[in-house]
Structures are given as C-alpha cells and as structure tokens.
C-alpha cells in the first residue's frame, strides 16, 4: 500500500467543531473560501469534505500549492463539560 504524505506548508486546514446540540461535526476554512460542512461523524465528514474541497477551489481559483492534488488538515475541537458525582 502506497503511504501518502502532506507537506503541511501546502496544506489547506479545515477546522471541525463538534457542536453537541445538533450533533454534528461542521467543518470550516479560512483558506478556502464558502467551505462549509457537516456530518455526524468524522468518518462521514472526511468524504464529504473531498468532494467539496476540489470544486470550491476550482470555483473561487485558489491557488493551490500542492498542485494537482489537494493536501488538506483537519484540526478538531470539542468543547464540553461533565458534572462530577457527588459535589454540589
């Protein structure tokens, strides 16, 4: 199996917020401009941010430093809380 690797300095980065009311994962970027996405997990978001990365950057003519190929990072955030049994 052929192991693929990004260079991070040509890498778009897309962040996933899990938003826990709606349950979903909703992916932005600041580098590539109109994308939005949301899945209800990171294994649906994945493909559905490889289907929209290539076109969004075809339509708003990013330059896209990798070439041919799109190298992309997802940073993830969860923000949450729990109550600890017992304390008041």
Do not use: C
């Amino acid at each position: 199996m052929h192991k693929r690797t990004t260079d991070p300095a040509k890498a778009f980065e897309v962040t996933a917020v899990w938003d826990p009311e709606a349950r979903v994962w909703v992916a932005e970027s600041n580098d590539i401009p109109g994308l939005v996405a949301e899945a209800d997990s990171m294994h649906q978001l994945v493909p559905e941010l490889e289907k929209i990365i290539p076109a969004l950057i075809t339509e708003n003519h990013v330059k896209n430093p990798s070439g041919r190929r799109v190298d992309y990072h997802i940073v993830a955030h969860i923000n949450n809380s729990i109550d600890i049994p017992g304390l008041a």
